[in-house]
């Protein structure tokens, strides 16, 4: 059973820098997507930023891109760890962010893709 572990979140101005963490571990496989939804009250989930790791490509919503970027780093070959660094927020970012997991690596954007998600954590932009 694959395990999640989230961390980073919280409160911030218009303007301010997040960063979120998900430490993955007990994956049996080497190919699989990892990364980030979220969820705002009303609205359907949305894939933020998602990177693979056949060969590290990053996908973006186009709502973040050049504000949010996301990397990997592994600790071992079945332990990884992604972050997802958030500059520039708006309001319109204030969330619930998910940390994703899945095993596959073919441009997978839709939730039902992934099997594992985290417990999520608020994230929310306000002055």
């Known amino acids: 059973q694959v395990q999640l572990v989230e961390s980073g979140g919280g409160l911030v101005q218009p303007g301010g820098s997040l960063r979120l963490s998900c430490a993955a571990s007990r994956f049996t496989l080497d190919l699989y997507t990892i990364g980030w939804f979220r969820q705002a009250p009303g609205l359907e989930r949305e894939g933020v930023s998602l990177?693979?790791?056949?060969?590290?490509?990053?996908?973006?919503?186009d709502s973040v891109k050049g504000r949010f970027t996301i990397s990997r780093e592994n600790k071992h070959r079945r332990n990884t760890t992604v972050y997802l660094q958030m500059n520039r927020l708006k309001p319109e970012d204030t969330a619930v962010y998910y940390c994703v997991f899945g095993y596959g690596t073919e441009k997978m954007r839709s939730p039902e893709e992934y099997g594992y998600w985290g417990q999520g954590t608020q994230v929310t932009v306000s002055s």
């Open positions: 990177i693979n790791s056949r060969d590290g490509s990053p996908y973006y919503a």
